[in-house]
């Protein structure tokens, strides 16, 4: 069974930035793409980045090279680096498998004077 535990949401003003982290407990972390999901209130998960095993990474539209997703294999951890943040970015964050498995707790970020 994987488990995610996501960390490092928090309030920031615009244009700030955030790290997230996410523990991914699963034998075949190593080989598994790994994406960062967020949510906002009465809508569905939508994928803002994935990364490889081997690190090549890919990322929605709206992220406009803020972000940079990344991982470490042998700690089995995804983090998700936000910068110059948006009140648009604000949302519920999560990292899951491309082919989502159940959701942890997720980790708040809001974007707020």
């Known amino acids: 069974q994987v488990q995610f535990v996501e960390s490092g949401g928090g309030l920031v003003q615009p244009g700030g930035s955030l790290r997230l982290s996410c523990a991914v407990s699963g034998r075949m972390f190593s080989i598994w793409i790994m994406g960062w999901y967020r949510q906002t209130p009465g809508n569905q998960h939508e994928l803002v980045a994935k990364i490889t095993p081997g690190g090549s990474d890919e990322y929605a539209k709206f992220v406009k090279g803020r972000f940079i997703i990344s991982r470490d294999n042998a700690k089995g951890m995804v983090y998700l680096q936000l910068n110059k943040l948006e009140p648009e970015d604000t949302g519920a964050y999560y990292c899951?498998?491309?082919?989502?498995?159940?959701w942890g707790q997720g980790t708040q970020v809001t974007i707020s004077e």
């Open positions: 899951n498998l491309m082919i989502p498995r159940d």
